[in-house]
């Protein structure tokens, strides 16, 4: 089985200012890696996602994140951060071993919400 | 281009009473799933369906059922309704190992039990 853990509830920051949101997971088995973003009263959207390959991943609105497995991590980074960022984070892990798809249900954390002030 | 519909986006139940979320997808997904949102807990997941006549148990299947009724749709039962499942319930569908599994996520539906 697999965990996820946000080490933090809550981040503000200002506009145009930098954020990292930090994600660690602990599993025995490979693992594919995933961010989801949640805007106010809506569903979950696949920010970035980690299969395999090059270990530093980006989404299209400048999100990147890298997966350190000596860390287990995967944090997620911007470089300048805009209001409209304001939303809550998902990191979430599954099991990366040739499964049934329907035994690779996600496991989430806690969730960070990202709050950008002017 | 409607993804992942799930219906009734909000209700309110009294205790003891039962309801049955529905949701659909049209993007020819074999899994479909049903979370639950609480505080500061993430999504838990409560049961998911890896094909067409199959379901399996999730982290919280206590007080749920579910049935696939078809490749499109997997719905979600509470026979008798507690305050304890006051959520947020997100159905979703996932594509293809190869593409990593992408689960997409419906709109939600916010459930309170009074």
């Known amino acids: 089985a697999q965990s996820v853990t946000q080490l933090d509830s809550q981040v503000p920051v200002f506009e145009e200012a930098p954020v990292e949101l930090r994600c660690n997971y602990s599993?025995?088995?490979?693992?594919?890696l995933f961010w989801y973003v949640q805007y106010p009263n809506q569903g979950l959207q696949l920010l970035l996602k980690?299969?395999?390959?090059?270990?530093l991943v980006e989404s299209i609105n400048g999100f990147e994140a890298e997966f350190n497995k000596s860390q287990t991590s995967f944090h997620l980074r911007k470089p300048s951060v805009h209001i409209s960022d304001t939303a809550e984070y998902f990191c979430?892990?599954?099991?990366?071993?040739?499964?049934?798809?329907?035994?690779?249900?996600?496991?989430f954390g806690s969730g960070t919400r990202l709050q950008v002030q002017p | 281009n409607a993804g992942v519909t799930q219906t009734p986006k909000f209700q309110v139940l009294k205790t003891g009473q039962s309801m049955t979320l529905q949701c659909a997808q049209d993007?020819?997904?074999?899994?479909m799933y049903w979370y639950r949102q609480d505080p500061g807990m993430g999504l838990r997941l409560i049961y998911y369906?890896?094909?067409?006549?199959?379901?399996d148990k999730g982290e919280v299947p206590n007080g749920y059922n579910v049935s696939r009724l078809n490749k499109r749709e997997f719905s979600l039962r509470l026979e008798s309704a507690a305050p304890s499942q006051t959520s947020v319930y997100f159905c979703a569908s996932s594509d293809s190992p190869d593409t990593g599994n992408t689960i997409y996520f419906g709109e939600g539906s916010w459930l309170t039990v009074v």
């Open positions: 993007m020819n997904h074999n899994s």
């Open positions: 979430a892990v599954s099991d990366a071993r040739p499964l049934d798809t329907g035994r690779r249900a996600l496991t």
């Open positions: 599993s025995s088995v490979s693992v594919y």
């Open positions: 980690y299969l395999s390959g090059s270990t």
């Open positions: 369906s890896a094909s067409e006549g199959t379901t």
